[in-house]
């Protein structure tokens, strides 16, 4: 059953959101991953986010790019997390979208990450889970180490190459 409902607000958002849940997987968390819009469909949105408590969805991720209210209307209509990811889809860089999904007016947050920011959005839902599953929590402290062994390996490798100049 899938713990993280992954919300699209349009087919041209799914490219950049590969990378959200493959990271998802990677932590051994099964998304739900929908395409539904806060304007376009939004008796739909209501209604899947209504019930998806009970469906076994723990937590929220919706991205949307323009005025990207997708986050703040799911977030509206649950007591559960929801984490937003602004997208590039218009002349503006996502600027437009990165205000429209921080800028939640006092009550209804929405837990932002960067412009295009998927993989965070899923490693920030993963820490979230990991407070109640344990096995995703062991798997964070694993991708940490990765991840400061990488930056150590760098480190050498170009200190190296800068005492080699
Ligand atoms: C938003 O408008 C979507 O999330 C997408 O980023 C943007 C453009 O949508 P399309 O016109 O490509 O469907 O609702």
Redesign the pocket.
């Known amino acids: 059953m899938p713990k993280v409902a992954l919300i ?6 799914a490219p950049s959101l590969e990378g959200c849940y493959k990271t998802l997987k990677r932590f051994g968390i099964e998304s739900d991953v929908r395409v539904m ?1 806060a ?1 376009r469909t939004p008796v739909d949105t209501a209604a899947y986010v209504k019930s998806a408590r009970d469906n076994g969805v723990e937590l929220f991720i919706a ?4 005025a ?1 209210h ?1 986050a703040g209307v799911i977030a509206g209509h649950t007591t559960l997390p929801v984490i937003g990811i602004p ?1 590039v ?1 218009s002349t503006m860089d996502g600027l437009d ?1 990165l205000l429209s999904v921080v800028q939640m007016p006092p009550g209804i947050p929405v837990a932002t990450v960067a412009i295009g920011g998927g993989e965070n959005a899923a490693l920030l839902a993963a820490q979230i889970l990991a407070i109640k599953y344990p096995e995703i929590g062991e798997k964070l402290v694993t991708h940490r180490k990765i991840m400061a062994d990488g930056v150590r390996e760098k480190n050498t490798e170009i200190r190296e190459k800068f005492a080699a100049l």
């Open positions: 699209m607000g349009s087919a041209s958002d819009s304007h991205a949307a790019g323009k990207a997708l997208m889809s979208s």
